[in-house]
Nanobody, 120 residues
Framework: QVRVVESGGGSVQPGESLRLSCVASGNNFRLGVVSWSRQFPSGARDSVAAITSGGATNYAESVKGRFTISRDSAKNTVYLQMNNLRPEDTALYLC??????????????WGQGTQVTVSS
């Protein structure tokens, strides 16, 4: 069983920054693609950013140039640095960690999310 825990959310003003963390823990697994998505107060959901085990990244158009995803493979941790936050970034940010175990198919593991609120 792999556990995924997000942290780093909070309430900030427009233009400020936050850094989210996503930590995967458990036994005998390798971390594959890790992605961040977000769920808006309306219930709608979209993808934010993703990073492969090799470090390749991709971003939603709405966050390009403002958000940066990175990973520390030794710590099984992925970060989402969010700069110049806007009110429309307000959402519950969720991390999905794809894990690989010997002899088993890859599995998606979701965390509970961390809330980001941007308002003046």
């Amino acid at each position: 069983q792999v556990r995924v825990v997000e942290s780093g959310g909070g309430s900030v003003q427009p233009g400020e920054s936050l850094r989210l963390s996503c930590v995967a823990s458990g036994n005998n697994f390798r971390l594959g693609v890790v992605s961040w998505s977000r769920q808006f107060p309306s219930g709608a959901r979209d993808s934010v950013a993703a990073i492969t085990s090799g470090g390749a990244t991709n971003y939603a158009e709405s966050v390009k140039g403002r958000f940066t995803i990175s990973r520390d493979s030794a710590k099984n941790t992925v970060y989402l640095q969010m700069n110049n936050l806007r009110p429309e970034d307000t959402a519950l940010y969720l991390c999905n960690a794809n894990t690989i175990r010997l002899g088993r198919p890859p599995k998606d593991n979701w965390g509970q999310g961390t809330q980001v609120t941007v308002s003046s």
